[in-house]
């Protein structure tokens, strides 16, 4: 009887992490960790709050992630986001999450799924192949931003709808869209942005948590723009565009896209052949390969 017990609440406890059912999850459940702090010990914004570009005193050279959607234009620091990983935020009427994983330098922003009533996301405190994994509070459904994806809960397998958004600098950003607005600190009162509590890993190759496919052919940290179109995934290593001369011109997936890079910045973003730009995810190479073991990866052929 006491082994029959024992067993049980092994089950139950291998199958529950912070709280959240992991039942039938699409990926293997060893390999969801707890990355360190609780359900919610990293603050979600819910309320964000904006000021307008002249008032801001954000320096030129900071990073943000940026997002033009529904004629709106609006900037995101990435030392807030290092803080909070999360802005639920409304873009005329239609709802957007703007996620940020400060282990895979990965910038995603994704329409939120459809549901009858008014949704938010949060941070479960779980990982999977060192990414965030954020979960929905009508559902306490785990998604993972990476594979844009339900894992778990009673949403598992249902999909993100990705949005176009840029990896920039604050001033770069304000060149495309001086009428931008800039997520405020006010948004989370008595937070503290002065310190960057990834800066010693962003300059290790290093990684604080295992991922289950690796690649030797750029550096962990090497920055890349991952593209996937028509079930073709393509990485843009930011030193291969960095040898352009600001623009690509390539076909993904059947597609003819064009890469837009700026050397100043360090950025980049695609455009379809229409001049419309496309949904891409900005990350560090050991993320979008752990993602996307079968990417294709852009060579300059200038070298």
Same mark, same amino acid.
């Given at each position: 009887m006491i082994i029959c017990l024992f067993v049980l609440v092994n089950t139950v406890t291998a199958e529950t992490k912070n709280g959240f059912d992991l039942?039938?999850?699409?990926?293997?459940?060893?390999g969801i960790l707890r990355g360190g702090p609780p359900r919610d010990g990293i603050p979600a914004i819910d309320k964000p709050v904006f000021i307008k570009a002249a008032l801001a005193t954000l320096?030129?050279?900071?990073?943000?992630?940026? +997002?033009?959607? =529904?004629?709106?234009?609006?900037?995101?620091?990435?030392r807030m986001?290092?803080?909070?990983?999360?802005?639920? %935020?409304?873009?005329?009427?239609?709802?957007?999450?703007?996620s940020y994983c400060p282990l895979c330098g990965s910038g995603v922003v994704f329409l939120w799924p459809q549901s009858e009533r008014r949704n938010t996301f949060g941070v479960s405190g779980l990982l999977y192949n060192s990414d965030v994994l954020l979960y929905d509070r009508e559902s306490e459904s785990l998604w993972s931003q990476l594979m844009l994806k339900a894992i778990?809960?009673?949403?598992?397998?249902?999909?993100?709808?990705?949005?176009?958004a840029t990896y920039t600098t604050w001033g770069e950003w304000q060149t495309r869209y001086p009428e931008s607005l800039l997520l405020s600190e006010a948004s989370a009162p008595g937070v503290s942005y002065h310190n960057n509590p990834y800066?010693?890993?962003?300059?290790?190759?290093?990684?604080?948590?295992? +991922?289950?496919? =690796?690649?030797?052919?750029l550096r962990n940290k090497e920055r890349v723009l991952g593209l996937?179109?028509?079930?073709? %995934?393509?990485?843009?290593?930011?030193?291969?565009?960095?040898?352009?001369?600001?623009?690509?011109?390539?076909?993904?997936?059947?597609?003819?896209?064009?890469?837009?890079?700026?050397?100043a910045s360090q950025s980049a973003y695609v455009l379809d052949s229409d001049g419309q730009q496309l949904p891409t995810v900005s990350a560090y190479w050991f993320a979008w390969f752990s993602f996307h073991p079968q990417t294709q990866v852009y060579r300059d052929s200038h070298q």
């Amino acid at each position: 009887m006491i082994i029959c017990l024992f067993v049980l609440v092994n089950t139950v406890t291998a199958e529950t992490k912070n709280g959240f059912d992991l039942k039938g999850s699409l990926v293997p459940v060893e390999g969801i960790l707890r990355g360190g702090p609780p359900r919610d010990g990293i603050p979600a914004i819910d309320k964000p709050v904006f000021i307008k570009a002249a008032l801001a005193t954000l320096a030129v050279n900071e990073r943000i992630m940026g +997002v033009h959607f =529904k004629g709106v234009a609006r900037a995101y620091p990435i030392r807030m986001l290092n803080r909070h990983e999360i802005v639920n %935020d409304t873009f005329n009427q239609t709802d957007v999450v703007v996620s940020y994983c400060p282990l895979c330098g990965s910038g995603v922003v994704f329409l939120w799924p459809q549901s009858e009533r008014r949704n938010t996301f949060g941070v479960s405190g779980l990982l999977y192949n060192s990414d965030v994994l954020l979960y929905d509070r009508e559902s306490e459904s785990l998604w993972s931003q990476l594979m844009l994806k339900a894992i778990s809960g009673s949403r598992r397998g249902e999909t993100l709808t990705l949005l176009a958004a840029t990896y920039t600098t604050w001033g770069e950003w304000q060149t495309r869209y001086p009428e931008s607005l800039l997520l405020s600190e006010a948004s989370a009162p008595g937070v503290s942005y002065h310190n960057n509590p990834y800066a010693d890993y962003e300059k290790s190759e290093q990684l604080w948590f295992p +991922v289950q496919h =690796k690649s030797a052919d750029l550096r962990n940290k090497e920055r890349v723009l991952g593209l996937s179109i028509n079930g073709v %995934d393509k990485a843009y290593p930011y030193s291969e565009l960095s040898r352009s001369k600001g623009t690509v011109d390539d076909v993904v997936g059947g597609q003819k896209i064009r890469i837009v890079w700026s050397e100043a910045s360090q950025s980049a973003y695609v455009l379809d052949s229409d001049g419309q730009q496309l949904p891409t995810v900005s990350a560090y190479w050991f993320a979008w390969f752990s993602f996307h073991p079968q990417t294709q990866v852009y060579r300059d052929s200038h070298q």
